[in-house]
């Protein structure tokens, strides 16, 4: 149905590469996407969907030109029919061609919005209009960016993308963050936009999302794009999907096949990890958790859920002993938390770069806290030899994300707080890491506290639900 | 060549200029620019590069002389004035709050006074010479590479795998030592060698208001202080060649420390 639509953006054969220094003074070429090919046609809205920092983003800078000075690129990039380069750029970014940023941090913070959202080419008359349809009161644009609340942030974001009559709309991740409503409310409005005949080209690592509301989902993997299918196929069902990798991506979902979760084995009550009225805030700041309440028992499996902002990833700080509460009282089997030695409450982070050492070898990392053996490693398929002498910025997060789960599984640890652990990765990584560390929890009856925005994660995984909205 | 190589073969080419410099004119015999007055007030030619003075001493020499002093004072007030910062630095770092409110207040204080004022007091108040200039130069350098030390220990202190350390029950000196150490010290590295041009630019300059090193001393100050009488009298060559070489010494300072920042700045090391 899309042949005889006319095509907007044409990328063909396109291999992006970043020069590299090896150890010494040789360069290296690491290729971030390799020959690739993409038809865009108007009124098409089309998600690219593949890990976090497999290099997605690349391509949107590449179509912007705003790769830096290392980077190599090959290929062309067809425009409407002309070849995209520094002067067709120069004409169409911003009036036809425009990309809507990934958050607020992309915003002037001392300017007001209503002149960032006009930018160079808007009007007072247009913005105005625009305003109105997203449901923005016209104060907005007299207010700088951290006077707005996340929803608005977005509208308003999206809002850039209306002041000229834009024909193809780049959108880098513009869902994390966002609590589900607010996400499905942007995948709305790129629906809307895509369906006035505007070309959307939609870069995310949420699967679900992109099914649910883009015509078109294009798998990428590895620097390439394993397969482009229509996002009904999905919808209606695994047997659909003719590429192996693209079905098993699927599968992999929580809401689908995912893995055989185990039950927790029936064991005497104990509680070991325990908060008791806790209030928390910055400095003098808004109170961001009120009297919560929560207990965790020995083998239990416990989900924390609620929206971004929420305050999930503070209580997690506090439980951890990171930060002290304001009032009331964290228990750890009844008593104060340990200070020293090795902690019996270890952490998991949603940014696995940022848990390791950049300067270390990851064997280094691996070892620091005890030494895993080789059977755990094999199950979480951290392939030893290749990967051990390496450095942390050689391997994707997913690959870390492994590292990260087998330090922390020392034989002390008696419960994991797991925060966003697998948010950043693909369906795929997320459903290995869990099968491991949920097998491991449940085999020595640890405790366990995972934070996600997640539903139909949480659900797979947890012996029981909290929403922190509910609790604050 | 790429530009990792060209980077390494400007601090090869800067660093060898520089030791030849200094030892050079460490090295140098005192006859070399000893008075020769039969030679007096003679314009720059080939058996006196930069021509000779008033009392016939060949200026070539004296600047090499002059220059080298300089680096020796400039090096040894740098690196101490370096170490200074390292150890305040981390001190306000390593403790935080009040501590690190403490650093701040002194750091303003210091960086309130202009610089060379503040040297002028504290070389007279040593009784001038090498020593009032040097402990002039340690005292007020250490401010700004001090702040550097303390931010980076700050951030790093709450990044997520230095408390991942604490939790798998390593000690704060383990954890200074394998984590922080390693970051600190590349900023650490380039700041002490940017540090180097401004040591010796201060050194020239209150040596050259007469607050600096004695006058029999040959000082790249001395010299140029001494040529200003000179100047109306047509011998030009007595200040611009020993200017010229101050200039190129700072120079060339400040281009070994910018290429080594190039290497070790993980933003621009990979182009």
């Known amino acids: ?472 | 060549m790429n530009r990792r190589t060209r980077t390494i073969l400007m601090i090869v080419l800067s660093f060898l200029i520089i030791t030849v410099v200094t030892i050079a004119g460490a090295k140098m015999d005192p006859e070399a620019y000893a008075p020769a007055f039969a030679e007096k007030n003679l314009g720059p030619s080939v058996t006196h590069l930069f021509g000779t003075d008033w009392m016939g001493r060949d200026m070539f020499t004296r600047t090499v002389k002059g220059l080298s002093v300089s680096i020796f004072i400039g090096l040894l007030a740098s690196i101490f004035s370096s170490v200074v910062a390292l150890f305040l630095g981390t001190f306000a770092g390593v403790f935080g709050g009040k501590v690190s409110a403490a650093f701040n207040w002194i750091v303003d204080l210091f960086t309130g006074i202009p610089h060379l004022i503040l040297l002028i007091l504290i070389s007279i108040l040593l009784g001038k010479g090498a020593k009032g200039v040097a402990v002039g130069v340690i005292v007020t350098h250490w401010c700004s590479l001090g702040r550097i030390v303390q931010a980076e220990i700050l951030s790093l202190r709450e990044s997520q795998f230095v408390h991942a350390s604490y939790r798998f029950g390593h000690s704060k000196a383990w954890v200074a030592i394998r984590h922080i150490l390693p970051h600190v010290l590349p900023q650490f590295l380039v700041g002490m060698v940017l540090m180097f041009p401004h040591a010796i630019m201060h050194e020239a300059s209150i040596t050259f208001l007469g607050f600096g090193l004695p006058a029999e001393q040959p000082a790249i100050g001395i010299i140029l202080s001494e040529s200003m009488k000179y100047l109306t009298t047509g011998m030009w060559w007595l200040a611009v060649f020993p200017g010229i070489c101050l200039l190129a010494m700072v120079v060339l300072f400040e281009a070994l420390g910018s290429n080594l920042r190039l290497l070790l700045d993980p933003y621009h090391a990979q182009m």
């Open chain 1, 1 to 472: 149905m899309n042949e005889n639509r006319e095509t907007i953006l044409e990328i063909r054969d396109l291999s992006v590469g970043f020069r590299m220094y090896d150890r010494g003074l040789k360069q290296y070429e690491l290729n971030i996407i390799r020959k690739m090919d993409l038809k865009l046609h108007r009124g098409e809205f089309l998600a690219i969907v593949g890990a976090s920092g497999s290099g997605k983003s690349v391509l949107a800078h590449a179509a912007l030109g705003l790769l830096p000075d290392n980077a190599v690129q090959k290929g062309e990039m067809i425009y409407c029919g002309e070849k995209l380069d520094r002067k067709l750029r120069k004409k169409i970014v911003g009036r036809e061609m425009i990309m809507i940023p990934q958050s607020l941090t992309y915003l002037d913070p001392l300017m007001k919005m209503g002149r960032q959202v006009r930018g160079l080419h808007g009007t007072k008359e247009r913005q105005k209009e625009v305003f109105e349809k997203y449901d923005l009161k016209q104060s907005v644009s007299e207010m700088y960016p951290f006077q707005l609340s996340g929803g608005m942030a977005r509208r308003t974001l999206i809002a850039t993308a209306l002041m000229t009559e834009a024909k193809l709309i780049l959108a880098d991740e513009p869902t994390p963050g966002l609590s589900g409503e607010l996400a499905q409310e942007t995948m709305q409005q790129f629906k809307g936009l895509s369906q006035s005949g505007c070309a959307i080209l939609m870069i995310t690592h949420d699967i679900e999302l992109a099914v649910n509301y883009a015509d078109t989902v294009a798998v990428f993997r590895d620097g390439e794009i394993v397969d482009v299918c229509d996002a009904s196929a999905f919808r209606e069902g695994a047997k659909t999907l003719t590429h192996p990798y693209t079905r098993a991506l699927w599968e992999a979902l929580p809401q689908n096949h995912f893995f055989e979760t185990i039950p927790a084995k029936p064991t005497e009550p104990k509680v070991l990890l325990e908060c008791r009225g806790v209030s928390f805030r910055y400095g003098r700041g808004d109170w961001i958790l009120k009297h919560v309440n929560l207990q965790c028992m020995q083998g239990e499996v416990v989900g924390l859920v609620g929206p971004s902002g929420y305050g999930k990833s503070t209580l997690a700080r506090v439980l951890a002993g990171y930060e002290a509460a304001d009032e009331g009282e964290v228990l750890w089997k009844g008593g104060a938390l340990p200070k020293k030695g090795y902690h019996p409450i270890q952490m998991i982070y949603q940014h696995p770069e940022k848990a390791l050492n950049p300067r270390w070898k990851l064997k280094q990392s691996l070892c620091e806290g005890w030494e895993p053996d080789d059977a755990l490693l094999e199950r979480l398929c951290i392939k030893k030899e290749l990967w051990q002498e390496r450095w942390p910025n050689e391997l994707s997060g997913g690959e870390l994300q492994r590292f990260c789960v087998a330090r922390v599984l020392g034989p002390e640890t008696e419960f994991i707080i797991a925060d966003e652990m697998s948010t950043m990765l693909d369906a795929i990584t997320q459903m290995q890491i869990w099968q491991v560390l949920l097998e491991e929890v449940r085999k020595r009856g640890l405790g366990m506290l995972v934070i996600t925005h997640n539903m139909a994660l949480a659900k797979r995984l947890c012996d029981r639900i909290l929403d922190l909205s509910e609790m604050n």
